[in-house]
Structure formats: structure tokens, C-alpha cells
């Protein structure tokens, strides 16, 4: 049998069997989770999109990388990635002009401002600010 068939079988396995074990009752489904299964309702999402200077080295975007690095493992991060543009066609919409993305999601605001003012933060701010031409955030609350 086909993984997918496999998979499709279970699911309409698990489906019925949930249905029948209930006794009439509802059963609440959760869908407010990613595909690792992280919840992320009522989550912060903070997005940074860094626009590196024409002029910097490969030195410097090792630094800049480490440096990074370095600032999502502030603790109080529940969850981070670093990125960088992704290879998708051009298109008016799709920006790929910056150098580097981070995402990281904070369960509370009490969370964010922790970051916001984690001496990391501040010093990653002060160390590489220099080599980009421009930031821009994204902040958003998670609805589901």
C-alpha cells in the first residue's frame, strides 16, 4: 500500500472511530496549531526584514550572521527562524531586496518587551546597524 493511501486509511479510520466513541457527543477539534504543532493563537509574531548595504563584506555578513544567531536565543523567544530570499519568480508583489528575515513569536507581550530590552538586543542593534540600509518590522497577533 501507498504511503498516502496508508495515511488517507488512517485518517478515515481515526474519523470514525472518534465519531463512534463519542456517544453522540461533540468533539472539539483543535485547529489554532502549526504543522509541528505549536500553538501560536494570541501569540506575537514579530518579523524583521534587514536590507544589507551594497558594500558589505563576506566577513562582515559572517559577522552579521553569528550576530543573528547570537540574538534568537534571547530567552524569553518561544519560537525563531532566520531566513534569507527565497527563489521565487519575480513578480510586483514579491520583494526579494533584503538580505536577511527573522521571525519569532513571543506568548506574551511581557515576552516581547523582555526582548525588546534584552541587553543582546540592544547590542546586536549597536554592532551591526551599520550594515544595513534599512529595516522593516512586522508585527502581528496571532487569530489563529
Known amino acids: 500500500m ?4 496508508k495515511l488517507f486509511t488512517i485518517v478515515i479510520l481515526l474519523f470514525f472511530s ?18 509541528e504543532g505549536m500553538e501560536t493563537s494570541g501569540m506575537l509574531q514579530h518579523n524583521v526584514y534587514f ?12 559577522q552579521f550572521e553569528e550576530g543573528l544567531r547570537e ?30 528575515s527573522i521571525f519569532t513569536w513571543f506568548e506574551t507581550m511581557e515576552d516581547y518587551r523582555v526582548y525588546d530590552e534584552h541587553p543582546d538586543h540592544l547590542e ?12 522593516k518590522v512586522y508585527d502581528s497577533e496571532i487569530i489563529e
Open 2 to 5: 501507498k504511503p498516502t493511501t
Open 18 to 35: 472518534t465519531a463512534c466513541a463519542g456517544g453522540g457527543e461533540e468533539v472539539e477539534v483543535e485547529t489554532e496549531t502549526t504543522a
Open 51 to 62: 536590507y544589507l548595504n551594497d558594500d558589505v563584506s563576506e566577513e562582515e555578513i559572517e
Open 71 to 100: 540574538l534568537l536565543a534571547i530567552e524569553s523567544i518561544y519560537k525563531s527562524e532566520l531566513g534569507v530570499p527565497g527563489s521565487t519568480e519575480e513578480r510586483d508583489v514579491t520583494d526579494h531586496s533584503f538580505g536577511y
Open 124 to 135: 546586536f542593534i549597536d554592532t551591526y546597524s551599520n550594515l544595513w540600509a534599512d529595516v
